[in-house]
């Protein structure tokens, strides 16, 4: 085995320690992790958790998550540096003016935001879970933050709400382009395009399948084809390759987020050798942001 894999299991042990992994992360992350997942099952596992110490391998709002669901926990994020842009893409003041502007209107923040966005919401979503939540809420406004064009794509599917979109995205899916996948469709005509609703909407009009990181390796895994375009982040192809050794599958130029990229073994040991970095946040603060999540958990059961 090899030594850093043997040396994280012996920290493990030794600290009571457990480690989380999102899709995005490395290879060599994803093997080392108890559990991996998106956004949604990481929120859910966390909350299941029994060991003292979490290592949280993906960017700072998954700490952040991880943290207001264990407040009593050492969460680590092995690098503090890990951060998601589209996390910061809301302001509090733009929040405030739709609620003065728009009666019996609720905010509905994407997982994917910082733990202060949280707390200026009313529910949580993440892609998986998005569309059933707003489908769910009595209030026909909805202002969906941070990121516009997974609300728009949940626009389409409820006309009866009034979606009010926020100017945020991820700058990762969000270059990709129709002309991107149109040349992929040329080259593998027989292949089926599986899209993330956080692209933009001329992308997911292409999908033969639009849906979550966990939904795009579910759809792949009960499909009879062959040939997949993958429109979300390369990381998603370590599970793909591990349970469809016989299926092949393309990707629209480089599609890489380089933050969920910083976890690296050598920062999960130092993470557990040295207790840092560690999230923290005030009392008030998890306090503030739990309400929105546990009703994320609580509507989409």
């Known amino acids: ?64 998550c991880v943290k207001i669901l264990n407040p009593e926990k050492t969460v680590l994020l092995p690098d503090a540096e890990a951060d998601c842009p589209m996390a910061h893409m809301a302001s509090i003041e733009k929040i405030q003016e739709v609620k003065v502007n728009n009666e019996d209107v609720a905010v509905v923040c994407y997982v994917n935001s910082t733990a ?29 933050i941070p990121d516009q064009h997974l609300g728009r794509y949940v626009a389409t599917q409820v006309p009866e709400k009034n979606i009010i979109l926020n100017d945020g995205c ?11 996948i149109l040349k992929l469709k040329e080259l593998h005509p027989e292949a089926k395009v599986m899209v993330h609703p956080e692209c933009q909407k001329e992308v997911v009009e292409l999908a033969d399948y639009i849906g979550s990181t966990s939904g795009i390796i579910k759809a792949v895994a009960n499909s009879s084809d062959k040939e997949f375009i993958i429109s979300t982040e390369d990381g998603i192809l370590y599970e793909l390759r591990l349970n469809n050794p016989d299926k092949k599958f393309y ?35 998890i306090e503030k942001a739990y309400k929105p999540l546990e009703k994320m958990l609580e509507l989409s059961k």
């Open 1 to 64: 085995m090899n030594k850093k894999i043997e040396r994280i299991n012996e920290l493990k042990r030794e600290k009571n320690g457990v480690i989380l992994a999102h899709y995005y992360t490395e290879p060599e992350v994803q093997e080392v992790a108890d559990y991996i997942g998106d956004s949604y099952f990481l929120s859910e596992k966390a909350r299941e958790l029994k060991e003292d110490v979490i290592v949280m391998c993906g960017v700072s709002f998954m700490g952040e």
């Open 116 to 144: 202060k966005l949280k707390s200026y919401s009313d529910v949580c979503v993440t892609s998986a879970n998005a569309l059933k939540i707003v489908k769910n809420l009595p209030n026909k406004n909805i202002f969906f």
């Open 170 to 180: 991820c700058p990762i899916h969000a270059k990709v382009t129709k002309e991107d």
């Open 251 to 285: 990707m629209p130029k480089e599609f890489q987020c380089k933050d969920m990229k910083k976890i690296s073994l050598d920062k999960i040991i130092k993470a557990f050798e040295t207790n840092e970095p560690q999230v923290r946040l005030t009392k008030d603060e």
